[in-house]
């Protein structure tokens, strides 16, 4: 069964440093998705993506974020100087284009920011 | 905009007795509503879903829920509990618009008592 995979699954930063999240979506889905939940609270969306650009980001996806899909495979999370508070746990996710509205999570990357 | 609430953050059950998980949405649009199951370190796996049709959905494991329009709820069910069934139980609605990201609640902790 197409299961969409990320890489790393732990990655320990410091502050102030660039760290980029990979993440490879199920092959013929079109819409792709970060989501992050830091530890004990609820799972939040941060950006969704969709024919080469983003269709939707929240509030908590500022200028510190960016996404890129560089190859027909990997689509990645950037954050370029990361802050304590971006440890969470970060789910990439994908949906193909039709009813079932269904998004396919990722197994998730740790990020910890000390 | 969309929200979820999720009724207890803990609920315990004992083994083969019901599960009852509550969740309470809010939507400006007809929802389209899920249920995702996240065991330890774990991604999130889907169990079941509601977009259009018949308001009782069944999903994997043996779970359903059921979708009520006039009480904006889909309280997830199954009638006898098994340990397997231990995990953090979250409900999500999507949003409008072609991609659709999701909203989740804080998440009930399910415990299974022997």
């Known amino acids: 069964e197409p299961e969409v995979t990320q890489t790393p699954s732990h990655q320990v930063t410091q502050m102030g440093q660039e760290v980029i999240l990979r993440c490879v979506p199920i092959?013929?889905?079109?819409?792709f998705y970060w989501y992050r939940q830091i530890l004990g609270q609820k799972v939040e969306f941060l950006v969704s993506?969709?024919?080469?650009?983003?269709?939707?980001k929240s509030e908590i996806f500022d200028d510190q974020f960016s996404v890129e899909r560089p190859d027909g495979s990997n689509f990645t999370l950037k954050i370029r100087s990361t802050k304590l508070e971006d440890s969470a746990m970060y789910f990439c996710?994908?949906?193909?284009?039709?009813?079932?509205?269904?998004?396919?999570f990722g197994p998730g990357t740790r990020l910890t920011v000390t | 905009a969309q929200s979820v609430t999720q009724l207890g953050s803990h609920v315990s059950v004992s083994e083969g007795a019901l599960v009852l998980l509550r969740c309470n949405y809010s939507?400006?649009?007809?929802?389209?509503l899920f249920w995702y199951v996240q065991y330890p370190n774990q991604g999130l796996q889907l169990l079941l879903k509601y977009t259009t049709g018949a308001t009782l959905v069944k999903g994997i494991n043996g779970f359903e829920a059921e979708f009520k329009k006039s009480e904006t709820s889909f309280h997830l069910t199954k009638p006898s509990a098994h340990m397997s069934d231990a995990a953090e139980y979250f409900c999500?609605?999507?949003?409008?618009?072609?991609?659709?990201?999701?909203?989740f609640g804080s998440g009930t902790q399910l415990t299974v008592l022997p």
């Open positions: 999500a609605v999507s949003a409008s618009g072609s991609a659709r990201q999701l909203t």
């Open positions: 092959s013929n889905h079109l819409y």
């Open positions: 996710a994908s949906k193909g284009q039709g009813v079932s509205y269904e998004q396919y």
């Open positions: 939507s400006s649009v007809p929802p389209y």
């Open positions: 993506f969709y024919n080469n650009e983003i269709s939707e």
